[in-house]
Nanobody
Framework: QVQLVESGGGLVQPGGSLRLSCAAS????????IGWFRQAPGKEREGVSC????????YYADSVKGRFTISRDNAKNTVYLQMNSLKPEDTAVYYC??????????????????WGQGTQVTVSS
């Protein structure tokens, strides 16, 4: 059974850091493109970061470049999203998903399958 489970969310003050985890079961993450997405209340789900197979390339939304880092630990079958210098506008539910890749404008949601349940990130003082 294919399953993705996100964890690591929480409440953090502006300027703080969190590391999100996306643990996979039922398949090997290294063989697939993995994306991190987020959805804030009243807004559409948006792509945040993606990592290609064999970690050849990565994508970051302009809003998180220089602050977020995506990585993969194949031994743990887990993809991480290290989030630094967090801002209130980063508040959202964060999801990971398996997909086909991304284009110049980022990942296309319809090309991503097997979504996790999400983890809440709240940035507030």
């Amino acid at each position: 059974q294919v399953q993705l489970v996100e964890s690591g969310g929480g409440l953090v003050q502006p300027g703080g850091s969190l590391r999100l985890s996306c643990a996979a079961s039922g398949f090997t993450l290294d063989y697939y493109v993995i994306g991190w997405f987020r959805q804030a209340p009243g807004k559409e789900r948006e792509g945040v970061s993606c990592i290609s197979t064999s970690d050849v390339s990565t994508y970051y939304a302009d809003s998180v470049k220089g602050r977020f880092t995506i990585s993969r630990d194949n031994a743990k079958n887990t993809v991480y999203l290290q989030m630094n210098s967090l801002k209130p506008e980063d508040t959202a539910v964060y999801y990971c998903a398996v997909g086909k890749g991304w284009g110049p404008r980022g990942p296309i949601l319809s090309e991503y399958d097997y979504w996790g349940q999400g983890t809440q990130v709240t940035v507030s003082s």
